[in-house]
């Protein structure tokens, strides 16, 4: 990066901070968690976009478009629909007993052991995510800079948990509306660059894109082990957006910023309106990129690190059959441009298998000759984009999207979890009648805490498939489950807290083993399904435990 990109880049982060710092100055009480509940409703759905924009959003999600097209916006189609039925039926019985967190409801319902168990799935679920939320910017500071990736996770962590610490959850609500303005406009400007800078009009893009397979929103095949069609999305997506929202204290805390049950509700519906063509939007971005690099010469693998390989043999003997291959395709498709012909988009379609080909032998070669490298370099491809022919000035806006994207999700994720634990674990079992300014000081220290499990998980993460699905995966893990409890708690009233709490501890463990029974290969099951079928175990085997357990005293 030149000098101008690290000054704009700088400017906006501390811009955020310092502002955010100044405006959470009064925060004295426990009420904080919350924000003060003076939000009107566009802030609580900025605010709720936010902390769903991650870094992984703008850095893998291209990624993945220029690899397998627009089919992941299908994973967004259930949104709209869950956030209808928590408006309609979730968001009243939250505001009428003024919780703190999504988890007290439970209590009145079943009983401490269940509010207390749900509250540990969610708090490993959340911790987790967390790790991989600081792993996403790290692998940009650390490509830019060169550093260490192990000691870019460190300094990352170390640098939100503290901007945690000082500013709070008003900290996190009031600068979220200047990050999202931030992340608007650089991702507006990445378009517009892109297409402005494509070698064919929008037009041509778009039918050789589309004639890639990478035109590809909607799939109604019904295909169980299809990982995004519009049937999964229908039924696991919906699912999972009904526990991560109607559940997950880092979403449910957000909302109950709202001044008001209407504010709240407008912000959610704000949310499922406006998600969907978001997430489309970066997608394209990515698939732009695909077309771009038609066109340009890009490594055999976008993951730095794999230059270490150059003067492999293997590795070199690939590189110029690559680049022989691409210099072919980049002469087809300027003759294809002339006349749309079907015979030389043909030839063409062969020739991108052949690329797909030589670079999975890449990545195979990769972690044959240098495992230490990771082979996997979806979440590479649009940093090296920005890095590599974007203007100055609008690289350090672009990284600073990022960063700032980082900076929300993260912060948010690590105040849910320390408030979950303050709230639900310390106040109510070990220190229930401290004074307030306590209760604070408790939820700073439990923010250091889980910043620093956050960071041992960042340290040891990997890339998954990419970021954006293990993201999905590690909360597909246990929203089911958490779901079904709250499921249960809303619509079945003749089932108890023993039931319910014996379930969790028989459902969970079986989600986890048919998770690894799938990455095994000895079954085949996207993890999206694990939602849907979380949620039914659960009240499944609460109806059936709950007429022993009202003859048998545990």
């Not at 517009?192 to 894109?209: C, F, G, K, R, T």
Request: net charge neutral; with cysteine.
């Amino acid at each position: 990066m030149k000098n101008l990109d690290w000054a704009v880049l700088i400017f906006v982060l501390l811009f955020i901070v310092i502002y955010g710092i100044y405006k959470s100055q009064k925060v004295k009480t426990t009420e904080s968690f919350l924000g003060g509940k003076t939000n009107p409703w566009w802030m609580v759905g900025l605010s709720i976009m936010a902390t769903q924009a991650s870094a992984i959003t703008f850095l893998s999600t291209p990624g993945q478009a220029y690899h397998d097209g627009l089919g992941f916006v299908q994973f967004y189609f259930g949104l709209p629909i869950a956030m209808v039925i928590l408006c309609v039926w979730v968001l009243p019985k939250f505001f009428k007993m003024n919780v703190l967190t999504a988890y007290e409801y439970l209590e009145k319902r079943f009983g401490l052991s269940t509010r207390i168990l749900t509250a540990i799935l969610f708090l490993i679920q959340r911790g987790l995510a967390a790790g991989i939320t600081i792993f996403a910017p790290a692998i940009i500071l650390s490509t830019i800079l060169g550093w260490n990736l192990m000691l870019t996770n460190i300094v990352i962590g170390a640098l939100v948990t503290i901007y945690t610490l000082v500013g709070g959850t008003e900290a996190v609500s009031q600068t979220q509306k200047q990050q999202m303005i931030v992340i608007f406009i650089g991702m507006f400007l990445a378009f517009y660059l892109i297409v402005e800078n494509l070698p064919m009009n929008l037009n041509d893009a778009l039918l050789y894109s589309g004639a890639m397979g990478k035109i590809n929103p909607v799939s109604f095949e019904f295909d169980i082990n299809s990982r995004y069609n519009i049937w999964s999305a229908f039924l696991g997506g919906t699912f999972l957006f009904l526990s991560y929202f109607g559940t997950d204290q880092s979403q449910v805390q957000r909302y109950l910023t709202g001044k008001s049950l209407k504010e709240a509700r407008l912000g959610l519906l704000f949310n499922g309106l406006f998600k969907i063509p978001m997430q489309f939007f970066i997608l394209f971005i990515g698939v732009m990129v695909f077309v771009f690099f038609q066109f340009e010469k890009t490594p055999l693998n976008f993951n730095p690190l794999s230059q270490k390989l150059q003067n492999n043999t293997e590795y070199r003997a690939l590189n110029t059959e690559f680049n022989q291959l691409h210099e072919d395709k980049k002469q087809k498709i300027i003759a294809w441009k002339a006349d749309h012909s079907p015979e030389i988009m043909a030839e063409l379609k062969v020739l991108q298998a052949k690329e797909i080909t030589i670079r999975q032998e890449v990545k195979d070669l990769i972690d044959k000759a240098a495992p230490e490298i990771e082979s996997n370099d979806k979440d590479y491809v649009f940093i090296y984009y920005i890095l590599n022919y974007l203007p100055t000035g609008i690289v350090g806006l672009l990284i600073a999207v990022i960063l700032s994207a980082a900076m929300s999700s993260t912060s948010s994720e690590l105040n849910a979890l320390a408030t979950t634990t303050v709230v639900d674990i310390y106040k109510r079992n070990f220190a229930p009648n401290i004074s307030e300014k306590k209760y604070l000081n408790a939820s700073r220290l439990f923010t250091l805490m889980w910043g620093m499990i956050a960071i041992f998980f960042a340290v040891n993460a990997s890339l998954f498939e990419n970021l954006i699905q293990a993201v999905n995966i590690i909360g597909s893990l246990f929203y089911g489950v958490i779901l079904g409890v709250f499921a249960i708690a809303f619509l079945f009233p003749k089932i108890g807290g023993k039931a319910t709490m014996w379930s969790i501890l028989i459902v969970e463990p079986i989600i986890i083993l048919l998770y690894f029974l799938d990455v095994r290969e000895l079954i085949e099951l996207e993890f999206l399904w694990l939602n849907p079928i979380g949620c039914l175990l659960m009240i499944l085997s609460a109806g059936i435990l709950e007429p022993f357990m009202k003859k048998v005293k545990i």
